[in-house]
């Protein structure tokens, strides 16, 4: 029992570390991909003198990536519509050009408006409209909540990795009499941690294969009935397979830093 004990003390808390960070990697996925979409649906109207390429739009700002052209012959229907004898030829032969710009990332607002700014002063652009105020609020929601899910996970982390160190201290307590025999045989002190880290990687091992069942059950069993459409649509990246191999070579990593931080704050003693 004590045994087991011991093993949970160096799980739970390394669990709680790889529960945090997946849960990071996977709210950056999903904001990375509205982001995204957001890009795809965000555009600027653009009233122009001249007919313009994308190449000519491209030459104003890198960050344009694609344009469309709005038709003068659906905008004179829209503006004629219901009335007669009107000559649309000439109409649409005097109106200036009209263009959908889209970005090729998703930008905050500075970026948006010297992007605003750089067309206008363009002399072949009469007009510029941007639609910021949804995608402002957007972009300030997903800086907050990544910098407080960031807080939340640093915090809890590094809360975590001291459990896992003060663990491996008790560890190294319980082995002493067997270190010392080692020390005195002139084992150095990266031999004499050999069954502390055996122990830590067998334990990181456990707590990444629990961290993944459980994002595995999240992911094919609670989501399909939680009734979540935005996560239904979405379940693909709430936990990649890639992950595991992250999660695995953290938490082999924070084992290891472990052991070595201990060993090598341990002083060397003779019996």
Request: charged residues 20%.
């Given at each position: 029992?004590?045994?087991?004990?011991?093993?949970?003390?160096?799980?739970?808390?390394?669990?709680a570390?790889?529960l945090?960070?997946?849960?990071?990697?996977?709210?950056?996925?999903?904001?990375?991909?509205?982001?995204?979409?957001?890009?795809?649906?965000?555009?600027?109207?653009?009233?122009?003198?001249?007919?313009?390429?994308?190449?000519?739009?491209?030459?104003?700002?890198?960050?344009?990536?694609?344009?469309?052209?709005?038709?003068?012959?659906?905008?004179?229907?829209d503006m004629?519509?219901?009335?007669?004898?009107?000559?649309?030829?000439?109409?649409?032969?005097?109106?200036?050009?009209?263009?959908?710009?889209?970005?090729?990332?998703?930008?905050?607002?500075?970026s948006?408006?010297?992007?605003?700014?750089?067309?206008?002063?363009?002399?072949?652009?009469?007009?510029?409209?941007?639609?910021?105020?949804?995608?402002?609020?957007?972009?300030?929601?997903?800086?907050?909540?990544?910098?407080?899910?960031w807080?939340?996970?640093?915090?809890?982390?590094?809360?975590?990795?001291?459990?896992?160190?003060?663990?491996?201290?008790?560890?190294?307590?319980?082995?002493?009499?067997?270190?010392?025999?080692?020390?005195?045989?002139?084992?150095?002190?990266?031999?004499?941690?050999?069954?502390?880290?055996?122990?830590?990687?067998?334990?990181?091992?456990?707590?990444?294969?629990?961290?993944?069942?459980?994002?595995?059950?999240?992911?094919?069993?609670?989501?399909?009935?939680?009734?979540?459409?935005?996560?239904?649509?979405?379940?693909?990246?709430?936990?990649?397979?890639?992950?595991?191999?992250?999660?695995?070579?953290?938490?082999?990593?924070?084992?290891?830093?472990?052991?070595?931080?201990?060993?090598?704050?341990?002083?060397?003693?003779?019996?």
């Amino acid at each position: 029992m004590k045994y087991i004990k011991e093993h949970i003390m160096f799980i739970f808390p390394l669990l709680a570390i790889l529960l945090g960070i997946e849960s990071y990697l996977i709210f950056d996925r999903l904001t990375t991909n509205y982001e995204q979409d957001l890009k795809k649906d965000y555009s600027i109207l653009v009233v122009s003198k001249k007919d313009m390429s994308l190449a000519d739009f491209q030459k104003i700002s890198m960050h344009i990536g694609s344009i469309e052209s709005i038709k003068k012959s659906a905008i004179v229907d829209d503006m004629l519509n219901g009335m007669d004898n009107v000559n649309t030829a000439d109409i649409i032969k005097a109106l200036p050009y009209f263009y959908t710009v889209r970005l090729n990332s998703y930008l905050d607002a500075v970026s948006i408006s010297k992007i605003k700014e750089k067309l206008s002063r363009n002399k072949y652009i009469k007009n510029v409209e941007t639609f910021g105020k949804s995608h402002n609020s957007n972009y300030n929601l997903f800086v907050f909540i990544k910098i407080v899910l960031w807080t939340f996970v640093s915090l809890m982390s590094f809360t975590s990795l001291f459990l896992v160190v003060k663990q491996m201290e008790v560890w190294q307590y319980a082995h002493r009499e067997r270190m010392q025999i080692m020390e005195i045989f002139g084992a150095s002190k990266m031999l004499r941690s050999g069954v502390l880290l055996k122990r830590a990687i067998t334990d990181s091992l456990i707590a990444t294969f629990i961290a993944s069942i459980l994002f595995l059950l999240f992911r094919y069993l609670w989501i399909p009935n939680s009734g979540i459409d935005m996560l239904l649509q979405k379940q693909e990246l709430l936990f990649a397979y890639s992950d595991l191999l992250i999660l695995l070579l953290l938490s082999m990593l924070i084992s290891t830093v472990s052991v070595m931080v201990v060993v090598m704050s341990s002083k060397e003693s003779r019996l």
